[in-house]
C-alpha cells in the first residue's frame, strides 16, 4: 500500500459527460501529480499541485482541470468528454522538493 | 518529444539469470533518475533511484547504474525470479521536485 488514494478505482461513463477524480496523497506530502496512461503507453504527465498552488502543467487538455484543496487532497475534472479521453489516471504524491514519488492504484475511465 | 526513452518494448528472461533493462535520455538538465515496476490493473511501485552524482545505487538484488556521458541508465535484477514479470518503467526529473518524466516501459517476463 503506497498510501496514496484514489476514488473511484472504476468509472464508465457517456461521451460529452463530466467526471470528477479524486485523489488523497500520502499524509504529509505536499506535492501531487496527475498522469495518464492510454493503452500499454507510458505515463503521460498531466499537472502537478503543490501546496496548493498549480506548480507545473503538461499536456494537459483544455477540457481539463485540476485543484488541491487546503487538506492536500486533489481533485482531476475530465469535461466534455470523448471515447479516446478512456485511460488510466494515476495520482502520485511526493513530501517535497526530492525523492520518489509515490503511485496511487489508479482510476480506469472508460467512456462509451 | 520523447526525452526519456526505453527501446525495448520487451525483456524475456530465465529464473535466476541476471535481466538488463535499459533507459537512454536526451535532457542533460536531468538530475534523478528512478525506476517503477507495474503490475497490471495496479499503480507503479518505486524501485530503486539513483542522483546524478553518483554512477551506481544498489539495493538488495536491484542495481542501477548511470552512465552520464552517454545518457544511459540501466537497471540490473540478480537473480530473476518469476515475480519481477511486470512492466519496469524508468523516469527522470530535473531539480527538487519536478515532474516525472517516463519512458515507455519494458515488459519483463521471468521464465521458469
Known amino acids: 500500500d503506497s498510501g496514496v488514494t484514489q476514488t473511484p478505482k472504476h468509472l464508465i461513463t457517456a461521451t460529452g459527460q463530466r467526471v470528477t477524480l479524486r485523489c488523497s496523497p500520502r499524509s504529509g506530502d505536499l506535492s501531487v501529480y496527475w498522469y495518464q496512461q492510454s493503452l500499454d503507453q507510458g505515463l503521460q504527465f498531466l499537472i502537478q499541485?503543490?501546496?496548493?498552488?498549480?506548480?507545473a502543467k503538461g499536456n494537459i487538455l483544455e477540457r481539463f482541470s485540476a485543484q488541491q484543496f487546503p487538506d492536500l487532497h486533489s481533485e482531476l475534472n475530465l469535461s466534455s468528454l470523448e471515447l479516446g479521453d478512456s485511460a488510466l489516471y494515476f495520482c502520485?504524491?511526493?513530501f517535497g522538493t526530492g525523492g520518489e514519488a509515490f503511485f496511487g492504484q489508479g482510476t480506469r475511465l472508460t467512456v462509451v | 518529444d520523447q526525452q526519456v526513452k526505453q527501446n525495448s518494448p520487451s525483456l524475456s528472461v530465465q529464473e535466476g539469470r541476471i535481466s538488463i533493462l535499459n533507459c537512454d535520455y536526451t535532457n542533460s538538465m536531468f538530475d534523478y533518475f528512478l525506476w517503477y515496476k507495474k503490475y497490471p490493473a495496479e499503480g507503479p511501485t518505486f524501485l530503486i533511484s539513483i542522483s546524478s552524482i553518483k554512477d551506481k545505487n544498489e539495493d538488495g538484488r536491484f542495481t542501477v547504474f548511470l552512465n552520464k556521458s552517454a545518457k544511459h541508465l540501466s537497471l540490473h535484477i540478480v537473480p530473476s525470479q518469476p515475480g519481477d514479470s511486470a512492466v519496469y518503467f524508468c523516469?527522470?526529473?530535473?531539480?527538487?521536485?519536478?515532474?516525472?518524466?517516463f519512458g515507455t516501459g519494458t515488459q519483463l517476463k521471468v521464465e521458469l
Open positions: 523516469a527522470a526529473s530535473t531539480g527538487g521536485g519536478n515532474k516525472l518524466t
Open positions: 499541485y503543490y501546496n496548493g498552488e498549480e506548480r
Open positions: 502520485a504524491s511526493r
